[in-house]
């Protein structure tokens, strides 16, 4: 049966905690719910957007169906430096969940000690004779114990703190994600223009060898008094002119190479063998996208999100350091002890107890905290709010970018093919006596100066389509 003495002293503590736990509400600064504020309308503008026909974006740089660029892709997505140090950080914010977890148990710790030692008194011959046992005289013993201390979570705050490790990592997994859409939108990029550039460095060699024509053509003409200086030197500038624009048509391709290379973990020499493909071609605009499966598919936004859900536990933490925190302790030791000349002596023994504890003045240092943790919350809400909004004119302005290139590519194709047309038409008057070498070696001068606008443009095309997928956030 519980003694009259324990039950007093149990009311005495219950007592005590009531009114720790009362001061402490009164006293907690009152803070407002934070909520986003942005609402995803239910359609975007661009008309591919509400196409109903759904385009998957999983893997979505397979829809340019080049093997040696899902290859290039994947191996990026292994070995980047960036993804590899993003993934790192995901570990680590994921071991720091257990950290926090941890405070949720018990903390057990063992310690011992041993010792021994060796005395003389120096005693002079008369002490010495009549007490012996102190002149020389030696001790050894030792303690072992056990403790342990948890302390009890009536309020939740480090359940929050587990909820704010739990948070971070998820938005650290996120960000995660975003490093790979990037990497993976480089590598895309990169290889479509290098691809581009590969096509142009076609055209001009085609182009130089017809500009090579039409300068002996002009020259033959000079020989014969049929053409002037002029006409020589004019035919010679255009070679020239092309010919100066090969170095910097080869200096990006190297640059698209070794770019490529080191978001594939590898060193700006070594360039991955990547010969020219003969079936890339850039898809088309994805179609059948919603503001609200974009927006919950977006790696960034996700993490925006996430880093909401730490700062509401983390406020939650800091309310609760304000109310009473209660703790169970234990200790239990076993020791012996002896002395030289003495019997020796040891035992165990062991001590519970309960203690209580409540901040009653600290500046309002704990009252400041609550006030700027709530103020951080509003900060990362309205953060949130504004990844929602960037993400959704991201998406709109790539739409918006991949449609006017789309319009311009078909302008500059039906020029190119005009232009074409018109260099086969001078040809075949040329074999009739109609027309002169000169006028149809300058009519496919046009017409590869079109084609190579339609190049530039194809590229444009392809960066346009790159931007969209990655507004669009890819899937993960």
């Given amino acids: 049966m519980t003694s009259p003495r324990k039950i007093r002293m149990h009311s005495r503590l219950l007592s005590l905690s009531l009114a720790m736990l009362l001061t402490s509400c009164a006293s907690k600064p009152d803070t407002p719910v934070h909520t986003p504020r942005v609402t995803p309308p239910a359609r975007l503008d661009a008309a591919a957007a509400?196409?109903?026909?759904i385009t998957v974006t999983d893997r979505w740089w397979t829809a340019w169906g080049d093997p040696a660029l899902d290859a290039l892709v994947e191996k990026s997505l292994e070995a980047n430096a960036d993804i590899r140090a993003a993934k790192a950080h995901v570990a680590a914010a994921r071991a720091l969940i257990t950290v926090a977890e941890s405070a949720l148990y018990p903390t057990v710790a063992a310690n011992g000690t041993a010792w021994a030692s060796q005395s003389d008194a120096g005693l002079n011959d008369k002490w010495q004779a009549m007490l012996p046992s102190l002149s020389r005289n030696s001790g050894s013993g030792y303690l072992v114990g056990l403790g342990a201390t948890w302390e009890a979570d009536l309020f939740g705050g480090r359940h929050a703190d587990v909820e704010m490790a739990r948070a971070l990592s998820e938005s650290a997994a996120r960000t995660a994600d975003a490093v790979r859409l990037m990497v993976a939108a480089d590598v895309v990029e990169n290889y479509q223009q290098l691809q581009g550039l590969r096509?142009?460095?076609a055209v001009l060699d085609r182009s130089e060898a017809t500009a090579g024509r039409l300068v002996d053509y002009a020259a033959a003409r000079q020989r014969t008094g049929a053409a002037t200086a002029a006409d020589v030197t004019r035919a010679r500038n255009g070679l020239e002119a092309l010919r100066a624009s090969r170095p910097a048509l080869t200096s990006l391709i190297d640059a698209r190479k070794r770019r490529l290379a080191v978001l594939a973990g590898e060193l700006p020499e070594q360039v991955p063998d990547m010969t020219a493909s003969t079936t890339f071609e850039t898809p088309g605009a994805p179609t059948g996208q919603l503001p609200s499966d974009i927006l919950g598919r977006r790696p960034d936004v996700a993490a925006r999100s996430w880093l909401?859900?730490?700062?509401?536990?983390?406020?939650?933490?800091?309310?609760?350091?304000?109310?009473?925190?209660?703790?169970?302790?234990?200790?239990?030791?076993?020791?012996h002890i002896e002395l030289g000349g003495l019997p020796g002596y040891g035992g165990t023994g062991g001590l519970i107890s309960l203690s209580a504890a409540m901040p009653l003045f600290n500046a309002g240092r704990l009252q400041a905290r609550i006030k700027a943790g709530d103020a951080e919350l509003e900060a990362t809400v309205a953060n949130y709010d504004q990844a929602m909004l960037s993400a959704l004119e991201e998406v709109e302005s790539a739409y918006s970018f991949r449609t006017g290139m789309d319009e311009r590519l078909a302008g500059l194709v039906r020029t190119s093919d005009m232009a074409r047309r018109r260099a086969e038409?001078?040809?075949?008057?040329?074999?009739a006596g109609r027309t002169q070498l000169?006028?149809?070696?300058q009519a496919r001068l046009d017409a590869l100066s079109d084609e190579d606008k339609v190049e530039q443009s194809r590229m444009a095309q392809g960066t346009a389509t790159v931007q969209l997928y990655r507004a669009l956030g890819g899937s993960w």
């Fill in 50 to 53: 509400n196409d109903p026909a």
């Fill in 199 to 201: 096509s142009r460095l």
């Fill in 308 to 335: 909401v859900n730490a700062r509401a536990a983390r406020l939650k933490s800091l309310k609760a350091d304000l109310l009473p925190h209660f703790a169970i302790h234990f200790l239990g030791q076993n020791g």
């Fill in 425 to 431: 038409e001078l040809a075949i008057l040329y074999d």
């Fill in 438 to 441: 000169g006028e149809v070696l």
